[in-house]
């Protein structure tokens, strides 16, 4: 997919446009030659790191914030309730939660939430639908909830909105190009109607204050970093 790189001051054009693998796809690539498994692990494990940096310097006061606690226990209950019902099954498998639940409701909702970020384990969607969301990389997903986040309670988030954000986040440099609209448009659709039912967008999909002081926190989870911890 051609489109004009967007950079921060770390997600570059080579952490957009290549999807990291788990670690345990790597084994067969230690056969390629000159293919070096722990080196390619070391730089997206960096660029993670670096997109985590960039949610806590762009929002410093989401970091900051607490959770709205009636809406998070609300959400997380439901949850925990329906965990055979879409989408939740598919978040818990994404998450790799298993049969052990996290405890705390902080905890199980950011993970739901960013479970579909970075796949910890296979989501059961569709290949189609899953490759679409893996294809979204750093900058397309610290843009668009930079910018809902900043813009606020209220804000709608439909497909389009969310990649229009992600095009005019000032952190990120560069813009799309023609070609990138529609896979990203498609990716996005796919998961706002799941942040939709996890309570981070209301039923008019315009952001919540749980989803306010949550999104960015998924994110952040998802990359392996904490928007509360340096």
Known sequence: ????????????????????????????????????????????????????????????????????????????????????????????????????????????????????????GESGLGSHEESSLMALQHADWAGAVIGLTRAGVGTRAWPEDLFDLADKCPEIEGSYEPDDREPIVFAFGLMVPIWEALGALDEHRRLTPLGHWGLPRALAWAWDGSLDEE
Not at 28 to 53: C, I, K, M, S
Not at 65 to 84: C, K, M, N, Y
Request: hydrophobic share 40%; net charge negative; aromatic share 6%.
């Open 1 to 120: 997919m051609a489109r004009t790189p967007l950079q921060s001051s770390g997600v570059s054009d080579s952490d957009r446009n290549v999807t990291p693998p788990a670690a345990d796809d790597l084994d067969g690539y230690d056969d390629l030659e000159g293919f070096d498994a722990d080196e390619f692990l070391q730089e997206w494990q960096e660029a993670d790191r670096t997109a985590v940096e960039l949610l806590r310097e762009a929002l410093p006061g989401v970091a900051e914030a607490s959770a709205p606690q009636e809406a998070l226990a609300t959400a997380s209950q439901r949850v925990r309730d329906r965990l055979t019902d879409w989408p939740y099954r598919h978040l818990a498998a994404a998450a790799d939660w298993g049969r052990r639940l996290p405890a705390d409701d902080e905890t199980l909702w950011t993970q739901a939430a960013g479970a579909l970020v970075s796949m910890h």
